[in-house]
Structures are given as structure tokens and as C-alpha cells.
């Protein structure tokens, strides 16, 4: 297996949580990932760094570790080079690939309990786009990402060399707490401008027109549409891209079929 060459993804596990779990429709994925090679200087003593911290170091040794384990290994290298056969090829010399031989990175998605929350930044320090959860809650500590840990504790006790061996996620870590930035992290954001079939519940209907507020719970914009990820009302566990793709393309469809006159301009005047 090599991790930074070829298909991001070569296997697929499709997971179902069990009935007597809150919400049976909860479901997850996992696959595998690669890496790509503008990130492959991580695999050094970045994947060292990244595992420290996982188990526990503290910011305030972050930056002393980090010069202290780069002199260390520039100094044993050096020390070994005087005594090795010029013949025998060290470790600094090393492919990405080589260093990452025992290493597997697994992606999780799953459907979460779709309770997020956007607004606009307003204070100062604040990103200009937010998001929360109205529970209050935090994101990771939705009951699907124990779901999702306990598939990939079953999986690292089949493929470990150590039966008790996990898979480590260096963003929910003792060091990412300390500097308060716990986070998971999202490649398919969903959401924004729900779907739903009024105007109290979300933000456009099933074929992507936007409500008017102003003209009843049902009624639309003439020529207003959404037709991406955004309509998409809750996390779907999967990759979404066919999804929107096929969302995209029936709203489409239904604008052909329907609504074209709206957005041709008018014919001139005789």
C-alpha cells in the first residue's frame, strides 16, 4: 500500500448503528485515505508530533519538543554516518512512502443529529461565517462519532500489530482542548438553506425555489433558485456528491419543464 500514490480511496465500510441506539437511522462510513504529497513532510516528525499529542503533551512543551527532537535526530544521524558503511542507505534518506509502510489513515462520515446552526460573525476576533449547535453541545460530541470510534477500534484490533491499538485523531486531543479548538473536521459541509415544504422550516422547496416570506408559507421568487449542497437538509454519511448532482439536476429538469418562461427575456414589441 503506498499512501501517496494512486486513489485517495481503494476500500469502502458501510456501517449501520444498532436499534437501541437513540435514532436508528444513524448510520456511518469508512474509508481509506491517502496523503497527498504536498503534506508528506508530516510523516517525519510531524506523524512523531501528531501522536505526542494525542497522548497527552501540553502546549507549553510544544515548541521545546519540537526544536529539542530536531537537533536530537540531526545529532544521532551524524553520529551514525561516522561508524555506517558509505554503502548503506540511512534513514534521512527515507521515501514518504517508507516511513509511512505501518501507518493507515481511515476517513469517518455519518449522519449526525443535523442541528447546526449559521449565523454571520459579528464581534471582533470572530471568522465572518459561524456555526453552532442550538443544543449547545458541542459538534464532536454528537453520539454519532461514538459510532463512528467504536468501528474504528474494531478495525484497529484486526490490523494492529497491538490488539489493544487505536486510531488516534490528533484534533480531539488533551493539546487541541488546552488551546480550546476542538474540532472535527468537515470536507462536505451540508446545509445552510435547508429544504423543507414551508417557509417555517427552511428555505426552499423540494425543487429549489426559494419562499416569499412576504406571500405566504409556500409561495416562492419567481426565478429564485438554490441548487447545491446548501438545500440539503441534514448530513447524509456518505460522499454527497451524487446526491447533489442528482438534486441539482431534477430541480433542473423541473425549471425546463415548468418554469423557462420565467427566466427568458421577453419578446420585442411588434
Given at each position: 500500500m503506498r499512501l501517496t500514490r494512486g486513489p485517495v480511496t481503494t476500500s469502502f465500510g458501510h456501517f449501520n448503528a444498532s436499534d437501541d441506539k437513540p435514532n436508528n437511522l444513524k448510520f456511518h462510513t469508512l474509508e481509506d485515505q491517502g496523503v497527498p504529497p504536498a503534506t508528506a513532510s508530516l510523516v517525519g516528525s510531524g506523524m512523531t508530533l501528531?501522536?505526542?499529542?494525542?497522548?497527552?503533551?501540553?502546549?507549553?512543551?510544544?515548541?521545546?519538543?519540537t526544536i529539542f527532537r530536531f537537533l536530537w535526530k540531526k545529532t544521532i544521524h551524524?553520529?551514525?554516518?561516522?561508524?555506517?558503511?558509505?554503502?548503506?542507505?540511512?534513514?534521512?534518506?527515507?521515501?514518504?512512502d517508507e516511513m509511512l509502510a505501518k501507518t493507515m489513515c481511515i476517513a469517518g462520515a455519518g449522519q449526525e443529529e443535523a442541528v447546526g446552526q449559521f449565523r454571520l460573525g459579528e464581534r471582533r476576533?470572530?471568522?465572518?461565517?459561524?456555526?453552532?449547535?442550538?443544543?449547545?453541545?458541542?459538534?464532536?460530541?454528537?453520539?454519532?462519532?461514538?459510532?463512528?470510534?467504536?468501528?474504528?477500534n474494531a478495525l484497529a484490533s484486526v490490523i494492529a500489530e497491538k490488539p489493544d491499538a487505536k486510531f488516534e485523531n490528533p484534533f480531539l486531543s488533551n493539546l487541541s482542548g488546552d488551546l480550546n479548538a476542538k474540532s472535527i473536521v468537515l470536507s462536505h459541509p451540508l446545509g445552510g438553506c435547508r429544504m423543507a415544504e414551508s417557509v417555517a422550516d427552511g428555505v426552499a422547496d423540494e425543487f429549489g425555489r426559494v419562499f416569499d416570506k412576504?406571500?405566504?408559507?409556500?409561495?416562492?421568487?419567481?426565478?429564485l433558485y438554490i441548487a447545491d449542497a446548501s438545500i440539503i437538509p441534514t448530513a447524509l454519511g456518505i460522499n454527497p456528491s451524487l446526491t447533489i448532482s442528482a438534486l441539482s439536476l431534477r430541480i433542473v429538469d423541473n425549471l425546463i419543464d415548468n418554469d423557462l418562461a420565467l427566466l427568458l427575456p421577453a419578446p420585442p414589441h411588434p
Open positions: 501528531l501522536r505526542s499529542f494525542a497522548k497527552g503533551n501540553r502546549p507549553v512543551i510544544f515548541l521545546v519538543y551524524f553520529v551514525r554516518a561516522l561508524f555506517n558503511n558509505f554503502s548503506e542507505r540511512q534513514d534521512i534518506f527515507y521515501s514518504d476576533g470572530e471568522t465572518p461565517l459561524r456555526v453552532k449547535r442550538t443544543d449547545n453541545k458541542m459538534f464532536h460530541e454528537d453520539l454519532i462519532y461514538d459510532e463512528i470510534r467504536e468501528s474504528l412576504t406571500k405566504g408559507t409556500k409561495r416562492a421568487y419567481k426565478g
